[in-house]
């Protein structure tokens, strides 16, 4: 199985920046998309930003020009750094992958999802 660790979250100010890490191990796995989605209390879950092994991204209208994705070096870890913050990013962060794994009977889509990581702006 793969697993997701997220790192960088905690508690900011409105108008400061975090930068939130996700890193991908385990399995053989070959990755189509990584994104960001988050979930504040009382919300649904929401697609924060997305990007492609070719590097093509999406961002919800909400973090477009603040937020911005990225992959690292290696295509196992993707970055959000997240610019001029407000209250309403309040919320637990997760890390998604969508890719191939490899199983003894063949390769098979499947989804993984990170623990989450909490970010907090403060007003």
């Known amino acids: 199985q793969v697993e997701l660790v997220e790192s960088g979250g905690g508690l900011v100010q409105a108008g400061g920046s975090l930068r939130l890490s996700c890193a991908a191990s385990?399995?053989?796995?070959?990755?189509?998309?990584m994104g960001w989605y988050r979930q504040a209390p009382g919300n649904q879950r929401e697609l924060v930003a997305d990007i492609s092994s070719g590097g093509s991204t999406n961002y919800a209208d909400s973090v477009k020009g603040r937020f911005t994705i990225s992959r690292g070096s290696a295509k196992n870890t993707m970055y959000l750094q997240m610019n001029s913050l407000k209250p309403e990013d309040t919320a637990v962060y997760y890390c998604?992958?969508?890719?191939?794994?490899?199983?003894?009977?063949?390769?098979?889509?499947?989804?993984?999802w990170g623990k989450g990581i909490l970010v907090t702006v403060s007003s």
């Open positions: 998604n992958t969508n890719g191939r794994l490899q199983e003894w009977d063949g390769w098979y889509d499947m989804p993984f």
């Open positions: 385990g399995g053989n796995y070959s990755i189509k998309v």
